[in-house]
């Protein structure tokens, strides 16, 4: 599904020059759970943001699906965003003045799905993350772990094939940690490919496979 080749990405900042990532190869299967661990600064996200094509790579190949995404337009990529790729983030992302429901509906009402159409699908994320008793609620007025879920929702409305978690439990205690985890995995079992970004090897750990990265190389698998 995924495969990645030498790729490499550089920031300038001022006169000098951060080098995030170099020369990563690596291969993720369809209907894998992999955790990605590696300390703050390692690259770990921006290996998350060119995975979903959030970003791109100074120099590589990233393959999806057998296709180098360097031959899609920035159109093409905003689809696959949109249809193939979920997103989960530490900070939850959500916005504040509008329902659970409404946050979890955006990614359709951006794709234009008609109204008739995206209630159902909004309602079965909803039913997947237990959150249906609190889908009138705002961001603001449930807790952290509902606001994770929330996200995990909307990152699932659209139906993708992969989800990308950013430290998804980065800001919960760690019960309420143990549970997105839980979740994550159910969501793995149903054959989608999960990538959990985290700094917490006892985390990673409990993925299929881990891998290791460091100054912006994979150390270690």
């Known amino acids: ?8 990405k550089t920031y300038h900042l001022g006169d000098s020059d951060v080098y ?8 993720i299967d369809d209907g894998e759970f992999l955790g990605i661990v590696g300390p703050s600064g390692s690259g770990k996200s921006t290996l998350m943001n060119i995975m979903g ?20 337009s920035a159109a093409e990529l905003a689809r696959i965003r949109n249809r193939h790729i979920g997103f989960v983030f530490q900070n939850f992302n959500l916005i504040g003045r509008m329902s659970i429901e409404e946050n979890v509906e ?9 109204a008739a159409e995206r209630g159902p699908l909004v309602e079965a994320a909803l039913e997947k993350v237990g959150l249906i008793d609190r889908r009138r609620h705002t961001p603001n007025n449930v807790s952290g772990g509902q606001q994770q879920r ?7 409305v659209t139906e993708p094939s992969l989800i990308l ?3 998804p439990t980065g800001n919960l205690d760690s019960h ?15 054959g989608r490919t999960i ?9 990673a750990a409990q993925t299929g496979r881990t891998v290791h990265i460091r100054d912006g190389k994979v150390a270690a698998e």
Do not use: C, F, W
Not at 106 to 114: A, D, N, Q
Not at 176 to 190: D, K, M, S
Not at 195 to 203: A, F, G, K, M, P
């Open 176 to 190: 309420t940690g143990a549970e997105i985890v839980q979740l994550l995995h159910e969501l793995n079992a149903t």
């Open 165 to 167: 978690a950013d430290e």
């Open 53 to 72: 094509v959030l970003d791109v790579a100074d120099s590589g190949i990233y393959l999806l699906d057998g296709t180098s995404v360097e031959s899609y």
């Open 150 to 156: 929330a996200a995990i929702a909307r990152a699932l």
């Open 195 to 203: 990538v959990l970004i985290t700094h917490d090897s006892t985390l």
């Open 20 to 27: 995030a990532l170099d020369e990563v190869n690596l291969s």
């Open 106 to 114: 955006l990614p359709l009402i951006y794709r234009g799905m008609k």
């Open 1 to 8: 599904m995924i495969e990645l080749i030498d790729i490499s």
